[in-house]
Nanobody
Framework: QVQLVESGGGLVQAGGSLRLSCAFS????????MGWFRQAPGKGRTFVAV????????AYADSVKGRFTISRDNTKNMVYLQMSSLKPEDTAVYYC????????????????WGQGTQVTVSS
């Protein structure tokens, strides 16, 4: 079975930066596409970013393009989300996720979820 554990969330002022980490435990990390989703209070869970098995192909939600960067280290079974120029509207619980296919995960086809980590951006 797969377990995902996020860390790195916290409080940050608008314009600041934060890096989220996700630790993967289980079989064959490099066979999965990895992604990040988020859920703001009172709203649904939405796509943020995804990376294919190698990290060589990535895709982002329009709302975070140019500000967020997803990366992965297959030697450490880790995936990261570097967030810069943070805005109050980025406030949400951020979830790490894995999926079988890059495109499928971007579309929300998630095999496993992490527990989430809170990111709060103050103005």
């Amino acid at each position: 079975q797969v377990q995902l554990v996020e860390s790195g969330g916290g409080l940050v002022q608008a314009g600041g930066s934060l890096r989220l980490s996700c630790a993967f435990s289980g079989r064959a990390f490099s066979s999965y596409a990895m992604g990040w989703f988020r859920q703001a209070p009172g709203k649904g869970r939405t796509f943020v970013a995804v990376a294919n098995w190698s990290g060589g192909s990535t895709a982002y939600a329009d709302s975070v393009k140019g500000r967020f960067t997803i990366s992965r280290d297959n030697t450490k079974n880790m995936v990261y989300l570097q967030m810069s120029s943070l805005k109050p509207e980025d406030t949400a619980v951020y979830y790490c996720a894995c999926g079988i296919e890059f495109v499928g995960l971007k579309l929300g086809r998630v095999r496993s979820w992490g527990q989430g980590t809170q990111v709060t951006v103050s103005s």
